[in-house]
């Protein structure tokens, strides 16, 4: 991959995804296939490393470039989130694990010889309120014995290891709700089939979302990622790079639709002239191109408050709320410019405008979002 400078970055992505264009995307979708060939020229390329230090093979690039990488794969109409998490999760490595773990763990990464694609926090009975979670890791001489169910947990069937959270105290004998929780890396290659199994979910969009379910599963206690019982912060602390670099990806789907509607509203023929020549059309246009582009400002803004060690929780949260919400609204602006033909597969609107609807509800949902800028920026009451 290119150096540091960010446009050559931005092209060399770029010309890396015409050789998996929109056809290739939709070929997928029948069989819900994963887009291996694209992960692995990715991989092959250096750009899921980008974030991995270069003392352990990656790029040693920052949240910066990271977002560029994702934001172009989504402006050419591809679809990141078969393997964005790579770059988010293995930043809990880096950041707590041990010498021994990281040595392991992060040159295996940056070449592609081990895939680090999921996350395991989400659960069935609690969903967003992570610190209620149910699943149990108990210590058994030289592992631990993990019992419970996730659900919607990413890509685990593309992934070898799996970043997890279980309760490793009862909430009730910790001072604090967020205390009593620990991270695990499990390997996916042994777990499954040997206490851990797997059940794909059928769902709106293509990202190889599974319920789990834990019988058992012995993880060797040389696995704990962090500190015992203070697993929460572990989590927490990779939250912020997360919300910018999915703020990115909206970016890139926003600017996609943007791209595609103007093309259309210049093309498409109705009444004798361009339906583009109508401020009907192109003012939704307009407004979409305004709204995505001060919404990338807040991404990039967030980015480089990240990459210079600066406190950025809310603006990574302000990243990622207002670009799903500009990225959404555009998807609902191309559909609309597109008539009815948006509404045919060949035309991929459909498919992209199903994609980026998830990141209004995922990572992280907008109320939850709104709720922390409401307590700690505004310092309005909590409600939970
Ligand atoms: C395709 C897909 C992929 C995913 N991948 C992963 C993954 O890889 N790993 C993982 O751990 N999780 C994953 N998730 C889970 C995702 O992070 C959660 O679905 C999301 O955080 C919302 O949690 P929930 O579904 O449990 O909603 P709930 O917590 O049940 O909330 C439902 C609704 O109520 C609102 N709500 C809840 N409490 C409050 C409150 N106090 N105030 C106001 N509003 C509230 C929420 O905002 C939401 O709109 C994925 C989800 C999807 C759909």
Redesign the pocket.
């Known amino acids: 991959m290119p150096s540091e400078d960010i446009d050559a970055i931005r092209e060399a992505v770029a010309k890396l995804c015409t050789d998996f264009d929109e056809n290739y995307w939709l070929s997928l979708e029948p069989d819900r296939d994963y887009p291996t060939e694209f992960v692995n020229a990715l991989t092959e390329a250096g750009y899921l490393a980008a974030l991995i230090p270069e003392a352990y093979g990656g790029a040693g690039l920052g949240v910066v470039e990271a977002g560029a990488i994702l934001e172009e794969i989504s402006r050419s109409g591809g679809h990141p989130g078969a393997c964005h998490?790579q770059m988010y999760v293995m930043g809990a490595v880096l950041r707590h694990g041990s010498d021994a773990q990281k040595s392991k763990y992060l040159p295996a990464i940056a070449s592609g010889e081990l895939r680090l694609q999921?996350?395991?926090?989400?659960e069935p009975s609690t969903?967003?309120?992570t610190t209620s979670l149910k699943t149990t890791a108990r210590r058994d001489g030289d592992d631990f014995v993990i019992n419970g169910q996730?659900?919607?947990?990413?890509?685990v069937q593309h992934s070898d290891l799996m970043v997890m959270l279980a309760r490793t105290t009862p909430k009730d004998q910790c001072q604090k709700k967020s205390e009593g929780l620990s991270v695990f890396i499990v390997d996916l290659r042994e777990a499954i089939g040997h206490g851990l199994s797997v059940r794909p979910i059928d769902?709106m969009?293509n990202?190889h979302?599974c319920e789990l379910f834990f019988d058992d599963l012995r993880v060797p206690a040389e696995n704990l990622l962090g500190d015992l019982d203070q697993g929460f912060k572990v989590i927490l602390d990779g939250m912020n790079a997360e919300r910018i670099l999915i703020g990115a990806e909206c970016i890139g789907d926003g600017r996609y639709f943007i791209d595609k509607a103007v093309q259309y509203a210049n093309d498409r023929v109705v009444f004798g002239r361009p339906i583009g020549a109508n401020q009907g059309v192109q003012f939704p246009i307009a407004r979409c191109y305004a709204d995505i582009e001060a919404a990338a400002l807040m991404v990039y803004h967030a980015a480089g408050l990240f990459d210079a060690g600066k406190a950025c929780g809310t603006q990574a949260n302000m990243a990622k709320h207002l670009a799903a919400e500009a990225s959404w609204a555009a998807g609902d602006m191309c559909m609309q410019t597109y008539g009815g033909f948006a509404f045919s597969k060949e035309f991929h609107i459909e498919r992209k405008f199903r994609e980026t609807r998830?990141y209004r509800?995922?990572?992280?949902?907008?109320?939850?979002i709104l709720?922390h800028i409401a307590t700690h920026e505004l310092g309005l009451p909590r409600?939970?």
């Open positions: 998490a999921s996350f395991g926090v989400t969903g967003t309120d996730k659900v919607w947990i990413s890509r769902a969009i990202h979302a998830l509800t995922a990572p992280i949902s907008t109320n939850l709720s409600s939970f």
